[in-house]
């Protein structure tokens, strides 16, 4: 019969266990020591430097865009086929099936920041000029151009069609601008909203500044949109505004019709002026 197995030492078990707790608090410490090291590699003033950098020019150069003087907003570039192909987009879409010994040269921050800010100014650059400067009428008289008017036809209509021909209200304001309310009511029902107009400096009332924005964040440039006053007759009676950007344009009459011929008219300008007047819709049985 074989003898039973001595009991191993106390002190022997004792040691075994501070052993392996030692041995799973070095696992540890190297574990921690090496997330530290990388995120300081990560976040070195140098590395850092191309996505902030990046981004801070990205937004400069919107921002430039923006408040460069007289310069109208972008219109697309009809020079062929391979012009409407989105090769920028493509190539973010690409990214990940590039080597990977390629792509760990660059930081995730700076691809990231590449892809969301950079490829869109790029392709905006790339892909658009500026247009002609919009030709308004020489002087409006914002006094009588405000009150109640009816949107007869518009370019830029949003949401479900207008059942009828949807309202502006322009309000004069004691620091000479105007508040804009809008009133138009389609399937949904009855919506409203408002919006800030002032004049734009020199532009004798042709010239016009809109916000929809809140009033905090107004003081951004791209709060604002410029548009033109491209006609309005001797009474005030009908008019036609429109954005320097030539996507937004709205034919505005005082009465909810607007006689055909008239309409034909206002029409004709804004071709002329270099909108897609193909695209108007129009509310009213002109």
């Not at 830029?156 to 009133?183: V, Y």
């Amino acid at each position: 019969m074989n003898a039973p197995l001595p009991e191993p030492d106390i002190d022997a078990r004792i040691l075994d266990v501070e052993h392996r707790l030692m041995a799973r608090e070095a696992r540890l410490h190297a574990g921690v020591e090496g997330l530290t090291g990388q995120l300081r590699h990560r976040l070195q003033p140098r590395k850092l430097l191309l996505p902030v950098g990046g981004a801070l020019l990205a937004v400069a150069a919107l921002l430039a865009l923006r408040r460069r003087p007289h310069a109208e907003p972008a219109t697309p570039r009809p020079t062929g086929a391979l012009r409407n192909i989105p090769w920028l987009r493509l190539l973010g879409l690409a990214w990940p099936l590039l080597p990977e010994r390629w792509r760990g040269r660059v930081s995730p921050a700076a691809a990231s920041s590449f892809v969301t800010l950079g490829l869109p100014l790029v392709e905006t650059l790339l892909g658009t000029h500026r247009a002609e400067p919009l030709a308004t009428v020489a002087e409006v008289d914002l006094a009588q151009l405000s009150g109640r008017w009816f949107v007869v036809g518009e370019l830029k209509a949003h949401g479900a069609p207008a059942l009828q021909p949807p309202e502006f209200g322009l309000l004069p304001r004691d620091d000479g601008r105007l508040d804009l309310l809008e009133r138009r009511v389609d399937g949904n029902g009855t919506h409203g909203s408002e919006a800030l107009v002032e004049p734009v400096p020199g532009g004798h009332g042709a010239r016009l500044r809109i916000s929809h924005w809140p009033e905090a964040l107004r003081w951004l440039p791209l709060a604002w949109l410029e548009h033109g006053v491209l006609h309005v007759d001797p009474t005030y009676d009908e008019a036609l505004i429109g954005s320097t950007g030539r996507d937004a344009l709205w034919l505005l009459s005082r009465r909810p019709t607007l006689v055909a011929q008239r309409r034909q008219t206002l029409v004709q300008l804004a071709r002329d002026r270099g909108f897609a007047v193909e695209k108007l819709r129009f509310y009213d049985a002109g």
